[in-house]
C-alpha cells in the first residue's frame, strides 16, 4: 500500500477554488528538442515541444468565464455527462442555446477509428501500432503521426481524439500492449507527449489513457485491482503521465476500468485530484472510460469530470439527474460542478473547437499511406540476421512466402481497429519488389481468430477434420438461437475448425480474425454443435481438449468422452482434457455441443475450443506443404502473427495455431528461412530462431505493411527500429510471472517487483531474455568512441543542485550501407542506500543517421528524473549526492561505454 498521502492535500469542499487557481497560473515550460531525446545537430528531425500551450491562452481563459456565468445547473450537468451516439464512440450533446458544439470523440490510438458510416465508408488510414510507433525511437515521428492523425479525426466529423495510450507493458501476454509504447517510462512519456503536440497541432482534444496502473485485461471488467505501493507508482506508472502532460499539455484524460488499492480508478481522489490534478498540474478534464463509472457523489468528488457515456441505454447515468440531486442536497458544491466544466470549455477553446468546427472533407490517403509505410519501415526491428542472409539479392529466380496471413495486412483487435483506406499485404510487396523472381505463396497454419485467445491446445486442424455438410475440410457448425440448440439453425455452414470467442471480441468493427476464417458474430450463440469425422494421421495417443465457459459435451462415436459444467467465471474458460487411443487412417465421429451458460454477457460471450496435443511425429499437410514449396526456392519467408486485442489478454507468448511447428519444418527444408512477425508485442522465439537465418518484427505495420516488409526485406530500407520492450524466452521468465502478480491473488493484482519492471527487472533478477530492451541490428555497423559526460550544478553547501547531465559521444558508420543507430544512454544504480535502484534506467538517446564511413558527435540531455528517486516520507523526487554511473551503447545489453558523473542532492524538478 502506498504511504500517506501528499502533504498539501485538498480537502474536498475546496477543490474547485484550488483547481481553479491552478487553471490561472499556467503550466511548466516545455522542454527542449535535446531533452526530448535527440539532438539537433546529429540527430534525425525530432521536433521539440511546440511553443503555444492551450492551458496558457488568457483568451481561452476568458471566453470559458463568460460562458460558464451563463449556463445554468442543469447545462452544466449536461457537459459532465456523453450520451450514446453510434456515429461516435464517446458523445457529449451539443448545446444549442450558447453555442456550445458537441463533443464527438473518435478511438484514435492507431487512426481514427469512424463509426459513422455515411463518413468516407468508415476507412481512414491505419497506422502501424503505437508500440511500433515507439521502436522507431523517434519523437519528431512521433508527433507528425499524431498531427496525421488528428487531421484525419477533424476531416471525418470528429474534435477529440482518444489517443495517446501510456499503459505500461507489465505483463509479456497483455492484450493491449500494442496500443501503448512498451515497458520504460521515459520512452513512453515522451513518444507520448510528442504524439499529443501532433494531434493538438489540429482543433482536436487528445486524451491521455488509461490512468492509471491499467496493466491487463484479466479481470479489468470485474473489479481488478492492482495493489501498489507508491514509489512503483509514482516512479514507473505515473512518471509517463507526467512527462507527457508537461510536453504535450493534453486536453483530456481518460481513467482506468481498474481499481487501485481498492478504489476505483474513476473515483480514486489520490489518483485523480492529488497527483493528477495538483502534483502533475495536469489542466484539462478526466473523462471515464467506457462504463468505467460506478458512483456518483465518489467520483464527481474524487476527480472525475465527464462520465462516458453516461446516457447508456436507458441504464444507469451516475451524473445525469443523481448529480443533480447531490447538488441540491448539498453532498457536491456548485464549486465543483464549476471547475469541471471549466476544465472542458478551456481546452475547447483554446484549441479551437468553437472556432473551427470538425467538417467531413476527403482525407489525403496516398501521402498519409505513404507515411503509416515510412513509419512502418523505421519501426520494424531486425532481431537476427545470420550469414549476413539480409538483405535479399536482386537476383533471386524464387521466393516462397508461408502463411496463413501472409496475404493480409494484420492488425489488433478491439476498440483500437481501423478500417484502411487499403492495404498493401505482405505478399503484394514481397511480389511487387521482386523484380520478376517466381513467389509462391502457401497457406501452411490454420486462420489466426480470436479463439487463439483461449486456453489450452491448438485446435484440431482442417486436414483432419470432414464437415458432415459438405465432406469438405473442417467440421459442419449449427448455430441456433436458443441453450437447448431446438428447431432450425439459424447458421449452418462449414468452418475450418472448432473454435469461438465471443462477446467483445466479435463486436462489429473490433474483431481482428483472419480473413480466411467465417466471419464470427455473437448472434444466435447460445446453442452451438460441431459435427464431422476425425481422421488420425498415425497409431498412437492423443490428447483431446476442450476449452469452454458453457455446458459441453464431446461426443467420440457417439460416446461422451468429455462432459463440462458452467464455468463459474466467465473471463477464465475452463480446458477439459480426455487422453484415446487412435488408429492410423480411421475415421471418428466427431461431435462437440455447447449451451451458453449464466456466466456469458455482452463482454463475456461464448466461448469453445476443440483442440489436441497429437504424437509428436504428426505434422499437418499443410504444413508439409509448405516446407515442399518452401524447398524449391531460394529463399523462404514465413510470416507469423499472434491474436492481440483490447478485451483478453493472451494466455502464453506461443504462437497461435502450430505457427512454430510450420516455422521448424520450412527451416528445416530450406536453410535460408527468414520469419518475420506480424505480432503485437513480444512473442516466443526460442523454440525456433536458432532453426532460421533472420528474424524480423514489423508489429502490427499498419496499411502499407507489406511494401514496408518488402523493403526491408531487399535492402532498399535499412532496419533500424529498437525494441521497446524485452521479448523473453517466455511467459514464465519475466519479472511478472509469479501468479499473484498475474493474473493475480482472485482479483488484487500484486506489484510485487515494485520498481523492477521490464529491462529493470530481468537485470535485477538475472533474467537472461532471448532479445534485450533497446536490441536491434542494423545492415552496417556503428563505432562508439569518445565519451564525454558533463554536469551543470548550481548553488553552494547544503543548496548545491544538479540541474543537468549532458552525454557526448563520436559515433561512425564503419560499414558500407547508409543507416540510423539509436544511442541509448543509461543511468547506473544512484548513491543512496535509503532504497533499491534500478543497475540500469533509460535516461535519453538520439538517433543519428550516418553514410559510410560518417562519423558523428551526438550530445544528448539527460532526463533529470532519471537521477532520482520518489522519496515517500516526503512525496517528492529525491536527487542523492555521489557518482551515477552512466552508461552508453546500442541496447541496454549491448553497452560499449561506460563513465560516471557526480550529482548533487535538490529535487529533480
Known amino acids: 500500500m502506498y504511504h500517506a498521502p501528499l502533504k498539501n492535500t485538498l480537502s474536498r469542499l475546496s477543490i474547485g477554488l484550488v483547481t481553479t487557481a491552478l487553471l490561472?497560473?499556467?503550466?511548466?515550460?516545455?522542454?527542449?528538442?535535446?531533452?526530448?531525446?535527440?539532438t539537433t545537430s546529429a540527430a534525425l528531425p525530432n521536433a521539440a515541444p511546440t511553443d503555444a500551450r492551450w492551458s496558457d491562452s488568457r483568451g481561452a481563459e476568458w471566453r470559458a468565464r463568460a460562458l460558464l456565468r451563463r449556463m445554468t445547473l442543469a447545462e452544466k450537468i449536461d457537459m459532465l455527462h456523453g450520451e450514446v451516439n453510434f456515429f461516435y464512440g464517446f458523445y457529449n450533446a451539443p448545446i444549442e442555446r450558447l453555442g456550445i458544439p458537441a463533443l464527438t470523440m473518435a478511438d484514435g490510438p492507431a487512426g481514427v477509428r469512424i463509426a459513422n458510416p455515411d463518413v468516407n465508408d468508415q476507412q481512414a488510414t491505419e497506422l502501424p501500432s503505437p508500440l511500433a510507433l515507439a521502436a522507431t525511437w523517434n519523437a519528431g515521428l512521433a508527433q507528425e503521426y499524431g498531427e496525421r492523425a488528428g487531421d484525419e479525426a477533424h476531416r471525418t466529423g470528429h474534435n477529440v481524439l482518444l489517443a495517446p495510450a501510456l499503459d505500461i507493458a507489465r505483463v509479456a501476454q497483455a492484450g493491449r500492449a500494442f496500443e501503448a509504447f512498451g515497458e520504460d517510462p521515459l520512452i513512453s512519456g515522451r513518444m507520448g507527449g510528442a504524439v499529443i503536440r501532433g494531434i493538438q497541432e489540429n482543433p482536436v482534444a487528445a486524451d491521455l489513457k488509461h490512468y492509471n496502473l491499467y496493466t491487463q485485461e484479466q479481470n479489468r471488467l470485474i473489479g481488478g485491482n492492482a495493489v501498489v505501493d507508491e514509489r512503483t507508482l509514482q516512479e514507473i506508472y505515473t512518471r509517463p503521465?507526467?512527462?507527457?502532460?508537461?510536453?504535450?499539455?493534453?486536453?483530456?484524460?481518460?481513467?482506468?476500468?481498474?481499481?487501485?488499492?481498492?478504489?476505483?480508478?474513476?473515483?480514486?481522489?489520490?489518483?485523480?485530484n492529488e497527483i493528477l490534478k495538483v502534483q502533475l498540474e495536469f489542466e484539462g478534464w478526466v473523462m471515464s472510460d467506457y462504463g468505467a463509472t460506478h458512483s456518483t457523489v465518489a467520483s464527481i468528488l474524487g476527480g472525475m469530470d465527464q462520465e462516458m457515456p453516461g446516457d447508456f441505454g436507458g441504464g444507469d447515468c451516475f451524473f445525469c439527474a443523481p448529480l443533480v440531486e447531490a447538488?441540491?442536497?448539498?453532498?457536491?458544491?456548485?464549486?465543483?460542478?464549476?471547475?469541471?466544466?471549466?476544465?472542458?470549455?478551456?481546452?475547447?477553446?483554446?484549441?479551437?473547437l468553437f472556432d473551427e468546427p470538425a467538417r467531413v472533407r476527403p482525407l489525403p490517403?496516398?501521402?498519409?499511406?505513404?507515411?503509416?509505410?515510412?513509419?512502418?519501415?523505421?519501426?520494424?526491428?531486425?532481431?537476427?540476421?545470420?550469414?549476413?542472409?539480409?538483405?535479399?539479392?536482386?537476383?533471386?529466380?524464387?521466393?516462397?512466402?508461408?502463411?496463413?496471413?501472409?496475404?493480409?495486412?494484420?492488425?489488433?483487435?478491439?476498440?483500437?481497429?481501423?478500417?484502411?483506406?487499403?492495404?498493401?499485404?505482405?505478399?503484394?510487396?514481397?511480389?511487387?519488389?521482386?523484380?520478376?523472381?517466381?513467389?509462391?505463396?502457401?497457406?501452411?497454419?490454420?486462420?489466426?481468430?480470436?479463439?487463439?485467445?483461449?486456453?489450452?491446445?491448438?485446435?484440431?486442424?482442417?486436414?483432419?477434420?470432414?464437415?458432415a455438410l459438405d465432406g469438405g475440410p473442417g467440421l459442419r457448425v449449427e448455430y441456433f438461437d436458443n441453450p437447448a440448440r431446438s428447431g432450425s439453425p439459424a447458421l449452418d455452414?462449414?468452418?475450418?475448425?472448432?473454435?469461438?470467442?465471443?462477446?467483445?471480441?466479435?463486436f462489429e468493427g473490433f474483431n481482428a480474425a483472419s480473413p480466411h476464417f467465417p466471419v464470427q458474430s455473437n448472434e444466435n450463440t447460445s446453442g452451438m454443435r460441431w459435427t464431422g469425422t476425425l481422421t488420425a494421421p498415425v497409431t498412437g495417443t492423443y490428447e483431446l481438449a476442450v476449452t469452454t465457459n458453457g455446458v459441453t459435451t464431446l461426443f467420440l462415436d457417439d460416446a461422451p468422452v468429455i462432459t463440462t459444467e458452467t464455468a463459474t467465471e466467465p473471463t477464465s474458460p475452463g480446458v477439459h482434457r480426455y487422453e484415446v487411443d487412435l488408429v492410423a487412417g480411421q475415421e471418428y465421429d466427431l461431435r462437440a455441443e455447447f449451451s451458453v451458460g449464466p456466466s456469458a454477457s455482452a463482454d463475456f460471450g461464448s466461448a469453445f475450443k476443440l483442440g489436441w496435443v497429437p504424437p509428436r511425429s504428426v505434422v499437418e499437410p499443410s504444413i508439409a506443404e509448405a516446407a515442399e514449396v518452401a524447398a524449391d526456392a531460394d529463399v523462404a519467408v514465413v510470416f507469423a502473427r499472434d491474436y492481440g486485442s483490447e478485451g483478453g489478454d493472451r494466455p502464453n507468448l506461443d504462437l497461435p495455431n502450430a505457427q512454430d511447428d510450420l516455422i521448424r519444418e520450412v527451416a528445416a527444408a530450406n536453410r535460408r528461412t527468414i520469419v518475420v512477425l506480424t505480432a503485437s508485442a513480444a512473442v516466443q522465439t526460442s523454440d525456433w530462431e536458432d532453426d532460421v537465418r533472420a528474424v524480423l518484427h514489423n508489429w502490427y505495420g499498419g496499411q502499407e505493411q507489406g511494401s514496408a516488409i518488402a523493403r526491408i526485406l531487399f535492402g532498399d530500407v535499412n532496419p533500424s527500429g529498437k525494441l521497446p520492450l524485452t521479448i523473453p524466452v517466455d511467459e514464465e521468465s519475466t519479472p511478472v510471472s509469479d501468479e499473484d502478480q498475474y493474473p493475480g491473488d482472485g482479483l488484487d493484482q500484486q506489484f510485487s517487483e515494485g520498481i523492477f519492471v521490464?529491462?529493470?527487472?530481468?537485470?535485477?533478477?538475472?533474467?537472461?531474455?532471448?532479445?534485450?530492451?533497446?536490441?536491434?541490428?542494423?545492415?552496417?555497423?556503428?563505432?562508439?568512441?569518445?565519451?564525454?559526460?558533463?554536469?551543470?550544478?548550481?548553488?553552494?553547501?547544503?543548496?548545491?543542485?544538479?540541474?543537468?547531465?549532458?552525454?557526448?559521444?563520436?559515433?561512425?558508420?564503419?560499414?558500407?550501407?547508409?543507416?540510423?543507430?539509436?544511442?541509448?544512454?543509461?543511468v547506473g544504480n544512484l548513491p543512496t542506500r535509503r532504497v533499491d535502484t534500478a543497475e540500469k534506467a533509460l535516461a535519453g538517446w538520439a538517433k543519428v543517421d550516418l553514410r559510410p564511413g560518417q562519423r558523428r558527435r551526438v550530445t544528448v540531455n539527460l532526463d533529470p528524473q532519471s537521477f532520482s528517486y520518489?522519496?515517500?516520507?516526503?512525496?517528492?523526487?529525491?536527487?542523492?549526492?555521489?557518482?551515477?554511473?552512466i552508461y552508453v551503447g546500442s541496447s541496454s545489453e549491448d553497452l560499449r561505454l561506460a563513465g560516471s558523473v557526480r550529482i548533487s542532492g535538490g529535487r529533480a524538478r
Open 24 to 38: 490561472a497560473s499556467g503550466a511548466t515550460a516545455a522542454v527542449t528538442a535535446e531533452a526530448a531525446g535527440t
Open 241 to 272: 503521465f507526467d512527462i507527457a502532460i508537461k510536453q504535450g499539455d493534453p486536453a483530456s484524460a481518460m481513467c482506468a476500468f481498474n481499481k487501485v488499492n481498492g478504489t476505483y480508478a474513476c473515483e480514486n481522489d489520490y489518483l485523480l
Open 327 to 352: 447538488v441540491n442536497e448539498g453532498d457536491v458544491p456548485v464549486s465543483r460542478i464549476n471547475d469541471a466544466v471549466m476544465r472542458i470549455l478551456r481546452p475547447m477553446f483554446g484549441l479551437g
Open 365 to 467: 490517403e496516398g501521402e498519409n499511406g505513404a507515411f503509416a509505410r515510412e513509419v512502418s519501415e523505421q519501426a520494424t526491428v531486425l532481431l537476427q540476421n545470420r550469414r549476413r542472409t539480409l538483405p535479399l539479392d536482386d537476383d533471386l529466380d524464387s521466393i516462397a512466402v508461408i502463411g496463413a496471413d501472409a496475404d493480409h495486412a494484420v492488425q489488433g483487435g478491439g476498440s483500437s481497429q481501423v478500417l484502411p483506406t487499403y492495404t498493401v499485404s505482405p505478399l503484394e510487396g514481397i511480389t511487387e519488389r521482386a523484380d520478376g523472381a517466381t513467389v509462391t505463396h502457401a497457406r501452411g497454419n490454420e486462420p489466426v481468430t480470436s479463439a487463439a485467445l483461449l486456453p489450452g491446445p491448438d485446435p484440431i486442424p482442417s486436414d483432419f477434420l470432414r464437415s
Open 493 to 506: 455452414r462449414t468452418e475450418p475448425y472448432a473454435g469461438i470467442y465471443g462477446g467483445f471480441f466479435l
Open 758 to 826: 521490464g529491462y529493470r527487472g530481468y537485470e535485477e533478477r538475472g533474467i537472461e531474455p532471448s532479445y534485450p530492451f533497446g536490441h536491434g541490428l542494423s545492415y552496417t555497423r556503428f563505432d562508439y568512441r569518445r565519451l564525454l559526460l558533463s554536469s551543470n550544478t548550481r548553488g553552494r553547501g547544503s543548496a548545491r543542485a544538479t540541474k543537468s547531465v549532458k552525454v557526448s559521444v563520436d559515433v561512425r558508420n564503419v560499414g558500407r550501407r547508409r543507416g540510423s543507430e539509436t544511442v541509448q544512454v543509461y
Open 870 to 885: 520518489w522519496d515517500t516520507a516526503r512525496d517528492r523526487w529525491r536527487t542523492p549526492d555521489g557518482r551515477v554511473p
